[in-house]
Nanobody, 120 residues
Framework: QVQLVESGGGLVQPGGSLRLSCAASGRILSIYDMGWYRQAPGQQRELVATINSSGTTNYADAVKGRFTISGDNAKNTVYLQMNSLRPEDAAVYYC??????????????WGRGTQVTVSS
């Protein structure tokens, strides 16, 4: 089994910053990439940012220049630094990882999500 543990969500004022963390643990053989999606009420889940094992990153246009994704391969952890937050960034943020487990099965795992609220 593989577990993803997210942390760092909360309430922040517009223009503020938050840092999300997600650590993967368990029967992991290799991680291909990790990332973040978000889902606001009544909306579909959408990509925020991803990073692969080589450090190549991908961002949604809505967060480019404001959010930074980074990873620590040794810790199987991904971070999302969110700056200049806007009310429209409010959502449940989900960590996701594409990995191969110790049974050599490749699949995606999702975290339970962490709430980000942007409000004055």
């Amino acid at each position: 089994q593989v577990q993803l543990v997210e942390s760092g969500g909360g309430l922040v004022q517009p223009g503020g910053s938050l840092r999300l963390s997600c650590a993967a643990s368990g029967r992991i053989l290799s991680i291909y990439d990790m990332g973040w999606y978000r889902q606001a009420p009544g909306q579909q889940r959408e990509l925020v940012a991803t990073i692969n094992s080589s450090g190549t990153t991908n961002y949604a246009d809505a967060v480019k220049g404001r959010f930074t994704i980074s990873g620590d391969n040794a810790k199987n952890t991904v971070y999302l630094q969110m700056n200049s937050l806007r009310p429209e960034d409010a959502a449940v943020y989900y960590c996701v990882t594409d990995l191969r487990d110790r049974d050599f099965v490749r699949r995606k795992y999702w975290g339970r999500g962490t709430q980000v609220t942007v409000s004055s």
